[in-house]
């Protein structure tokens, strides 16, 4: 199947465009993986991101020079691959004996993060919760955290569950309001 066959293929979106693409290219696009890489694994896949890439921009691209397109693409992924697999090489001495000299006591540097990222949060709500009126405060937390029945909770506050229903409401609004305000809601 000639190129422009195959570029027809991906415009309608069709399956067999990556099968028509991997038989008339995959042993090309592997080699300029391989070239980059030396490794078998990382060269497949590559050259797997390579028709997953091809699908997702073809169309609206319509290349003119589909194996030069292809080459393109494979190269930029397996450089991307490269980079990926040497950037603890690269950092510099002193961070990643800093990071020796940590490591035992910390598990992953993500886990790290998100845990800053849940004490900052915490102490958000913490701070949200002693500026209501203690009866809100007890509400929502009844609600949110016991997971307690907006009828539970009226029964227990003497309350109807429509008032319940509107206290929860409007602390759900402030709270919204300051999530917003700190950059936890895009």
């Known amino acids: 199947m000639d190129d422009k066959q195959i570029i027809e293929l991906y415009f309608s979106r069709n399956e067999k465009a990556i099968e028509e693409s991997s038989l008339k290219y995959g042993s090309y696009c592997y080699s300029i993986a391989y070239n980059i890489l030396c490794d078998k694994l990382d060269s497949e896949e590559c050259v797997n991101d390579t028709w997953l890439r091809t699908w997702n921009t073809i169309p609206p691209q319509r290349p003119n020079y589909f194996k030069l397109f292809l080459a393109k693409i494979t190269r930029n992924l397996s450089f991307d691959k490269l980079r990926e697999k040497n950037s603890e090489k690269r950092a510099d001495g002193d961070s990643v004996t800093a990071f020796e000299e ?10 790290l993060t998100e845990e800053l990222e849940r004490k900052e949060f915490l102490k958000l709500l913490n701070d949200f919760l002693s500026s209501l009126s203690p009866r809100e405060c007890n509400i929502f937390i009844r609600r949110y955290f016991y997971m307690a029945s907006t009828a539970d909770i009226a029964k227990l506050y003497n309350l109807k569950e429509g008032n319940v229903l509107m206290i929860l409401s409007r602390t759900r609004k402030k709270f919204r309001e300051i999530l917003d305000k700190e950059g936890y809601i895009i």
Not at 102 to 111: A, G, Q
């Open 102 to 111: 940590v490591e035992e006591f910390l598990s992953d540097t993500r886990d």
